[in-house]
């Protein structure tokens, strides 16, 4: 396996379409759309969750590669490597199932490869600190916001899952 994987070697259904975030942004504005989700609407929360599914993707195959690329690493980093993965795993399921209460669908908006650019650092420390530290941290501040939304429109389903996900991605934060 190569090491690291550039991120458009990542395996995809068609239905998947990569773009640079930069990119995204300036095309949405050349179209006098906001450059980033506003969250003022369903379509734009849709939009959100669609990008925290393809975040959740990258960050449980972030989270495999290191199991892999670091194989004299100490077990316990090991052990929650493969912890991320199996969380990783499940909050793809939720997302996907949310994206559908949103009537949305993969492959609707973009996927930017943010997450796994620094999922691909060459020291471990690294990367679990970009990844772990520095997104799922983001994360957690982006999840706070959309439970607080989902709220404010009445949303439960969209709420309480999006606050389950957010008890694993505080662990996520401590293992970096």
């Given at each position: 396996?190569?090491r690291?994987?550039?991120?458009?070697?990542?395996?995809?259904?068609?239905?998947?379409?990569?773009?640079r975030?930069?990119?995204?942004?300036?095309?949405?504005?050349?179209?006098?759309?906001?450059?980033?989700?506003?969250?003022?609407?369903?379509?734009?929360?849709?939009?959100?969750?669609?990008?925290?599914?393809?975040?959740?993707?990258?960050?449980?195959?972030?989270?495999?590669?290191?199991?892999?690329?670091?194989?004299?690493?100490?077990?316990?980093?090991?052990?929650?490597?493969?912890?991320?993965?199996?969380?990783?795993?499940?909050?793809?399921?939720?997302?996907?199932?949310?994206?559908?209460?949103?009537?949305?669908?993969?492959?609707?908006?973009?996927?930017?490869t943010?997450?796994?650019?620094?999922?691909?650092?060459?020291?471990?420390a690294?990367?679990?600190?970009g990844?772990?530290?520095?997104?799922?941290?983001?994360?957690?501040?982006?999840?706070?916001?959309?439970?607080?939304?989902?709220?404010?429109?009445?949303?439960?389903?969209?709420?309480?899952?999006?606050?389950?996900?957010?008890?694993?991605?505080?662990?996520?934060?401590?293992?970096?």
């Amino acid at each position: 396996m190569e090491r690291p994987l550039a991120y458009d070697k990542l395996a995809r259904e068609d239905r998947f379409v990569r773009m640079r975030g930069r990119r995204v942004a300036e095309l949405k504005v050349a179209q006098g759309l906001p450059p980033f989700p506003d969250l003022a609407s369903r379509e734009s929360i849709k939009e959100r969750v669609h990008g925290i599914l393809v975040g959740e993707l990258q960050a449980m195959e972030g989270a495999g590669r290191s199991v892999y690329d670091f194989p004299d690493a100490p077990w316990e980093f090991t052990l929650d490597m493969a912890r991320q993965v199996w969380d990783e795993s499940r909050h793809v399921e939720i997302y996907l199932r949310l994206l559908e209460h949103l009537d949305g669908y993969v492959g609707e908006f973009p996927e930017t490869t943010i997450l796994w650019r620094c999922a691909c650092a060459e020291d471990a420390a690294a990367r679990v600190a970009g990844v772990n530290r520095g997104l799922e941290g983001l994360a957690c501040d982006v999840f706070n916001q959309l439970i607080h939304i989902a709220r404010k429109i009445g949303d439960p389903i969209l709420e309480h899952a999006v606050d389950y996900v957010l008890a694993d991605e505080i662990t996520h934060v401590r293992m970096g």
